[in-house]
């Protein structure tokens, strides 16, 4: 679920970082942006697999 919307997302996003980075500051924009995406997806999964790892009954308790 999570690559779904980052598909929908990832694109209005560089775009937008694309328009407001002038061409002097656009490749350190890109790559901030770039290594944010990625923290942020390991995080976020990292954080959810141990927040249903850690809940009553395990993962699969529904």
């Known amino acids: 679920m999570s690559g779904a919307?980052?598909?929908c997302v990832t694109p209005a996003t560089?775009?937008?970082l694309v328009q407001l980075a002038g061409?002097?500051?656009?490749?350190?924009a890109l790559a901030s942006w770039t290594?944010?995406?990625?923290?942020?997806g390991l995080v976020g999964n990292a954080?959810?697999?141990r927040s249903?790892?850690?809940s009553p009954g395990g993962p699969c308790s529904g």
Request: glycine share 20%.
């Open 47 to 49: 954080g959810g697999e």
């Open 52 to 54: 249903a790892n850690s």
């Open 14 to 16: 560089m775009s937008i």
């Open 5 to 7: 919307g980052a598909a």
């Open 35 to 40: 290594l944010a995406i990625g923290l942020g």
């Open 23 to 28: 061409p002097e500051h656009r490749a350190r």
